[in-house]
């Protein structure tokens, strides 16, 4: 019988509905949690993403990313002179980066760079499992990063952070997929292998392919591209002059990984394989050797001009107004100079060092290890002394390899006089052709030359002392000396701007204020002498008389407009050189004679440019301009006029017969050029100077102490200095035209009678040559010579104490000359050499200021 359909369904037995009611409160409860966890996973995800991303860098800073940079110094014939960076990278833009560097790198760092966006899924799965399986084997390896170049580029050049944690790493590929959005895979390229430090110093693929190969990216072979390519996973574990087996290992698995990525052909990777791993020992360069001063000093102003962070991390190309073989000559010339100054006056230091008796059983083993005292010569052996009899023998180790050889005799003899050589000790020696050896030693007594272009200030050379290693101290630049007489054509240089002649008479007689009684260097009185022969013969009591008539501000005037001195005291003394300066602004005042009385700033640097190319600084100093006005040039001099063009070539006149007949022949032998110059040796002969040019090249040489002591008697800046300047001065004149000293409009060269010689001076219209003419108030001799006429009234109580007429402590005696002395010597007598004259009166102190 079926059930009517209109009669309600039974209801369902009581274990149907609990069941039911049970399954959808689980499934509520489950997606409800499930619903929860999603969102607190999302919750913390975004604040995880929030935390870590919140203090992320830029990424706006790579698009100008400019990395410490080396800048680079350049000699006046672009050759490298001096590299000047905390970090040596040399940076290259992408496109100059050859193929096969970028390729090396891309197959052993990053194979699929161009194809990921910052961060290698893949790769990281890779180095997840093979760090699980090295967890799990206890092989204790570190764990391998699987960083893609974009994330490197974001761990070094932003997060700067090698630390290898979870927190990092996400941070890192946060950071590493901004860039892609960011930077083109090309920029991001560039700026890896230009910032990546690859060992030994060198950041950036052009450093390192220099440091390594000494070769530029485009000269490696697929074997060197592949090196470098090795370097970035460890630079000091794969380093081929530490480690060649480990790096011969690295650069094959490289070269393999290159055939692999198709970076180049399979069969030239296993064909590189069998290059051999030969790196070639490249450091960090410059400067050049014996340009060490000038590289300071250009480093020196170019921190004045930007700042040290600029200098040493911009990349400035800096060119420079160096000749190399300039200076090279000058450096050479003044440690010979130094040398046989030492060799005469201070005698055998004695030995640098000694070897015990078991140091001396291995000798060759003891001299291997043994430094080289700061400030010898690159051509000088550090050697022992391995027997003293017969005749001193010496022993020294050069690429591992052992010589030996007797000491000359005369170097026996002259050690003996004052340290006798005994067996072990430590000496400098020379090997000779004829297979002895040369006793050497670094002299105690220092010098300084600076030689620059007379019209435009540009410095030639500049060799600031016997060795930059010894001693960073720049005696062109820092040290504040005497110049002694070399100051004196300042004095008359003024005397030629107020119309006096060059025949003019002055008195040469005694002249006492006080105890400051000043002397001539012999000793000896002349009477009334011309300007010629005081400056020709360096005459101190008329070059006082001198300045007294023009007054001591007109000659300050001079000194401080011609750049010797910032500032001059108003007193006599200074005439004579009692001020101090140093030897580039003695060179740049007499530049200023040279060329015809332009003032000038002796200058070093020429122009700078940055990476770019672009020239952002350029020496405005010293320039003349040319324009054209009515269809004609028109130089336009923009140099400050210290003295009229006159008076300059009247100087430069009188200073000619300085070196052809006065204190200065030393400077002149030899040279049958134009060339002017004075001598100049302080009191008690603490300096020696000489300064001279001919007529577009200056050079001044200095020799002396730093600790100022007497050089010895009479030895002038004549005897010390003059022959120093004859060589530099010839190889200045090597590789130059002959030149004259150009005579100015209005000039007259006259020879006349001085009244010990023939002359030939240059006189201004109104003047009469050889004539003598009355001066307002004191002048030419005729009158006594007061305080008030020289300026001795101004001079101050401590004038009293300076060095005067007494004995002194280095045994000279300074006897003042009382009586009246013969007013000329006989005409007759020839003008003789400072060196070859009678010794003066056993007296040194000549007052204070200026010897000769």
Do not use: C
């Amino acid at each position: 019988m079926k059930r009517s359909p209109m009669l309600p369904d039974s209801p369902p037995s009581p274990s149907q509905k609990p069941r039911f009611r049970r399954w959808r409160f689980l499934l509520g409860a489950a997606l409800g949690i499930g619903t929860f966890g999603v969102s607190a996973v999302i919750l913390t995800g975004v604040g995880l993403y929030a935390h870590l991303s919140a203090n992320l860098p830029s990424v706006d800073a790579l698009q100008h990313y400019k990395p410490p940079v080396v800048s680079r110094l350049y000699t006046a014939d672009d050759q490298l002179m001096a590299e000047l960076s905390h970090e040596r990278r040399i940076y290259v833009p992408i496109r100059a980066i050859p193929p096969l560097v970028r390729n090396a790198f891309i197959a052993a760092e990053d194979q699929n760079f161009y194809s990921h966006g910052g961060v290698d899924p893949l790769a990281m799965l890779r180095a997840g499992v093979t760090d699980i399986f090295s967890i799990l084997t206890h092989q204790g390896k570190r764990p391998l990063g699987a960083s893609t170049i974009t994330q490197q580029v974001a761990k070094v050049m932003l997060l700067n952070n090698n630390s290898l944690t979870i927190e990092r790493k996400v941070r890192e590929a946060l950071l590493a997929m901004r860039i892609e959005h960011t930077l083109s895979k090309d920029r991001i390229l560039e700026i890896y292998l230009n910032g990546i430090y690859l060992g030994n110093g060198a950041y950036g693929v052009e450093a390192a392919a220099q440091t390594y190969f000494n070769k530029t990216l485009d000269q490696l072979s697929d074997a060197e591209a592949a090196m470098l390519a090795s370097m970035p996973k460890s630079p000091s574990n794969y380093n081929p002059f530490l480690h060649p087996k480990a790096a011969m290992w690295r650069r094959n698995w490289v070269l393999d990984r290159m055939g692999e990525t198709h970076a180049i052909p399979a069969d030239e990777a296993q064909q590189a394989k069998q290059d051999p791993l030969v790196p070639q020992g490249q450091v960090r360069f410059g400067p050049l050797a014996g340009s060490e001063w000038f590289a300071a000093e250009v480093r020196r102003q170019l921190t004045s001009l930007y700042n040290e962070e600029q200098t040493t991390e911009g990349g400035l190309d800096v060119h420079t107004s160096l000749d190399p073989h300039l200076q090279q000559v000058s450096t050479k010339l003044l440690r010979e100079g130094l040398m046989a100054y030492a060799r005469t006056h201070e005698g055998w230091h004695g030995a640098v060092g000694h070897l015990d008796g078991d140091a001396m059983a291995d000798w060759q083993g003891s001299m291997a290890r043994q430094k080289n005292p700061a400030g010898m010569l690159s051509t000088w052996r550090l050697a022992v002394v391995l027997s003293t009899t017969p005749a001193p023998r010496v022993g020294w180790v050069k690429a591992h390899e052992a010589h030996t050889a007797t000491l000359r005799k005369t170097d026996e003899t002259w050690s003996r006089r004052t340290h006798p050589l005994q067996t072990g000790d430590l000496v400098m020696i020379e090997p000779q052709d004829d297979g002895s050896a040369a006793l050497e030693q670094i002299p105690q007594v220092e010098g300084a030359t600076v030689t620059l272009d007379a019209h435009t200030g540009r410095v030639l050379a500049l060799v600031g002392g016997w060795s930059f290693q010894q001693s960073q101290f720049n005696r062109v630049t820092q040290a504040q000396r005497q110049p002694g007489s070399s100051f004196k054509p300042l004095v008359y240089l003024a005397a030629m701007e107020r119309d006096i002649s060059p025949s003019e008479t002055f008195d040469d007689s005694p002249i006492s204020f006080g105890d400051w009684k000043p002397q001539n260097y012999e000793h000896d009185n002349w009477g009334p002498t011309t300007l010629h022969d005081a400056l020709r013969e360096s005459r101190n009591l008329v070059t006082i008389r001198v300045a007294a008539h023009l007054g001591m501000k007109a000659v300050s005037d001079m000194a401080v407009r011609s750049g010797m001195v910032d500032n001059m005291p108003p007193y006599l003394p200074a005439a004579l050189g009692a001020v101090e300066t140093t030897v580039l602004r003695e060179a740049g005042a007499y530049a200023a004679i040279a060329n015809g009385g332009h003032s000038i700033t002796p200058s070093l640097i020429d122009y700078i440019q940055n990476p770019d190319g672009t020239i952002i600084w350029r020496n405005q100093a010293n320039r003349r301009t040319v324009t054209t006005e009515n269809g004609m040039p028109v130089i336009h001099d923009g140099r400050p006029v210290l003295a009229s063009p006159q008076s300059a070539f009247q100087i430069t006149t009188m200073m000619r017969d300085v070196i052809a007949r006065g204190t200065g022949v030393r400077a002149g032998v030899g040279i049958d050029r134009p060339i002017a110059g004075k001598t100049g040796t302080s009191q008690d002969y603490h300096d020696a100077w000489f300064a001279g040019f001919s007529p577009d090249t200056v050079t001044v040489v200095w020799i002396g102490y730093d600790a100022p002591r007497s050089l010895g008697k009479n030895e002038t800046g004549g005897h010390l200095a003059g022959p120093i300047w004859n060589g530099i001065m010839k190889a200045v004149f090597a590789t130059r035209p002959r030149l004259e000293f150009p005579a100015p409009d209005g000039i007259t060269l006259a020879e006349y009678d001085t009244g010990r010689i023939r002359a030939t001076d240059a006189f201004k219209p109104n003047q009469i040559p050889g004539a003598s003419v009355p001066l307002h108030g004191f002048g030419a001799g005729t009158q006594a010579l007061t305080a008030a006429d020289t300026g001795a009234d101004m001079i101050p109580d401590s004038e009293t104490d300076m060095p005067s007429s007494s004995p002194s402590s280095s045994g000279t005696i300074t006897d003042p000359l009382d009586g009246t002395m013969p007013s000329h010597a006989p005409a007759s007598l020839p003008a003789a050499l400072p060196q070859e004259k009678a010794n003066p009166a056993e007296g040194g102190d000549i007052g204070v200021g200026g010897l000769y």
